[in-house]
């Protein structure tokens, strides 16, 4: 038995580029379109989504839209940046910054959520989501830290290293897990298929 799980990145969202975290932006018309085009002709058992309006307005137009059953959980929320919330890279101090980039884990910004603690808790939902979800086709609505975390968590690879990922708007990235025993195996089928992918 096996269990897709896709994970879709919010489309652009307005108020521009910064450090948006659990800043509760919606997204703009391009943004609802980049996220209609990249799902077009898809279909899931169930959807997810993060509470952030960037991602569970348009889980909700596509859940009623597809009769598709709806879940929202806050597990699946960016990660909290404290101080640097609504701040630009400019705008922050580029010491700070550099030290974050190098090791997320030991330089968490002042009043952030700690990047261990995000972890667990994106880690912590993806084994339920196996666990109610097993044998389905599921859609996760979410974020880019999100998604970037899940290259650590399932193939190891070095945090810091998840920077390096590029996740577009709107793109889609699919994992899929097979239940062996003793332990599920974890493939990575694709990442960040996006709008400027499709044609």
Known sequence: MNTIVDFLRHGEVSGGSYYRGSTNDPLTQRGWQQMEKVIANRQWDHIVSSSLSRCLNFAQQTSEQNKINLTVDDSWQEIHFGDWEGKTAKQIDQQALMLFYQDPIGNIPPNAEGFSNFLARVNLAWNQLLNTY??????????????????????????????????????????????????????????????AHLY
């Open 134 to 195: 097993q044998g389905k086709h599921v859609l996760v609505i979410t974020h880019a830290g999100v998604i970037r975390s899940l290259f650590h968590l399932h193939l190891n690879l070095p945090i810091e290293k998840t920077f390096n990922l590029n996740v577009d708007h709107a793109s889609l990235t699919r994992f899929q897990c097979f239940h062996n025993d003793p332990e599920p195996f974890i493939q990575l089928e694709f990442h960040n298929l996006s709008q």
